[in-house]
Structures are given as C-alpha cells and as structure tokens.
C-alpha cells in the first residue's frame, strides 16, 4: 500500500474503541495513531478490524519501547517488523520518545536522560541507526518526567534541540507533556516550546493529565484536556502551522462522541492557525 501521511487531527486507535468506531468515526477525525509494539505479527480479527481502518485512513506509528537513551542495543529486529507493518498498511510515519525504558529488560515507563553533551551524541547515534533500518526520518517526543537526573551541562529544550539537530530527526511536540513539566518543575510552559526546535515539528500530541492532592501532576491520556495545553496548542500552531495532531486517550474512555468533540477543537485551532 503506498504510504499515506497524516492531515489535520486524529485520535488513538485504541482497542477499547473498535466497536464504536465501527459504528461510525466522528467526522472530525482524519487519521489515527497506534503503538506499532501492540498490532505488529497480529493475525485473526484483529488484523482484519486494522486493516477496514487503514484501507481508509492514514495512521501513525508511534513507538513505546524502543528506548533510545538506552544502554542496551536497539531492538532492530522490532524496528524491520515495523518498517514491514508500515509498507503492508501504507503509513508514513514513526515517532518515539526521547526517553530510556530498559534495563534487564522493559522497564514499562519513560524515563529522562541526563541533559549532557555525551547523553546528546548517545542519543542521536541511536537514532541515526534508527532511522537507517526504518528508511525514513522519525519524529522524536519531548517526554513528560518525575525526577531531573544529575550532571546537567545544559537546560531541557536545549538538549532536544541537540539531540534532534545531531540525529537530523523531525520533533514530535507533545504540549500536555510541556504543562505537566513546567507545573511540576517551576518554569514557564511557553518559553520551553519556544526554545525548543519547532522548524522541525512534524507531529503534535493532545492529552489530559492527573493532579495528585499535593498538585503533582501525572501524565496519564486519562482525562480531558484542560484549557492551559490547548492554549499551548495554540502557541504552538503560530510557529508551526497546522501540523497533524493526534488526541491521546488511554484509559477512562468516555463516549466517542465526546473525544470526537475534543479532536474538532484539534481542527478549529489548526484552521485559526492556518488563517493566521
């Protein structure tokens, strides 16, 4: 199938969601969005319920594990089951996260890297071979995390603007992931998307997040999205344009008509965007 790239907004292709789905996709969704670690090798129903959605649809691969601040090798053989996915389904584009997730083994959580020049070229190189088994460049996220690990020779926005200009990757901006740093950490949302290399953007995720009783806030895709991230959006669209972005939702799924109005909301903001 010839490879397809995403337009305009989209929502997670979520198991938990099929049956509604199949009964009607609301009319502002454009594409969708998967974790190639949860479909690829699928047979039976499964793969026949994928394949009715991405006959019409362009989807998005978005990796979970391949852990590319990791010390362990890339997991390759992951990635050339991936690149055989994408050509059997005709989608365009991978992204990850700029995080670690293994150890002895997956560790199932995103964990930062430390903000060095050495973390920098680890990271890229991974990246670059990334990128050479998959055949195409990658979208690489900004990760939400809990802890600053020590040693930093630089700040945050500036070590992904390294590492993604290092790799010559794209960015994958994720905006809920900015808020739920800056709340947690103390700095200023806006003036980390602005630092970071937005020229590059050619993806962006939507989420909501959880607020602990001590005000931690927990990025979980459980909840609605709040007003402060789709202010966030909105700043991001003023240097990006309206560039493809997905709305995240994990768990608490409420009816798919309401994530359908959540992804409209997507569309109005990338058309004021695009006026603009």
Known sequence: MPARLPVGAGLGFRRELL???????????QFFELAPENWVGMGGRSAR?????????????????????????????????????????????????????????????????????????????????????????IGIENASRYVTPPGAEMD???????????ADCLLHLDVNNILVNARNFGFDPFDFLH?????????????GHHVEDDGLLID??????????WDLLAAAYRHTGPVPTCLERDFGFPPLAELGEEVARIARLQAAGAAR
């Open 195 to 207: 630092a970071l290399p937005l020229a590059r953007t050619c993806y962006i995720h939507v989420a």
């Open 49 to 137: 319920q994928l394949r009715s959605f991405t006959e019409r649809y362009p989807f998005v691969c978005h990796g979970l594990s391949l852990s590319v601040g990791g010390q362990r090798p890339l997991d390759t053989d992951l990635l050339r089951r991936t690149r055989a996915f994408m050509a059997e389904h005709g989608i365009g584009l991978y992204t990850e996260h700029l995080s670690w997730s293994s150890d002895d083994g997956q560790l199932y959580d995103l964990l930062p890297l430390p903000c060095t020049d050495e973390a920098v070229r680890w990271a890229a190189a991974r990246i670059r071979q990334a990128q050479d088994v998959l055949g195409c460049r």
């Open 156 to 166: 945050e926005a500036s070590f992904i603007r390294a590492v993604v200009e290092e």
């Open 220 to 229: 979980t895709h459980g909840a609605p999205v709040i007003d402060p991230v």
């Open 19 to 29: 049956a509604e789905l199949e009964a009607g996709v609301p009319a502002a969704v």
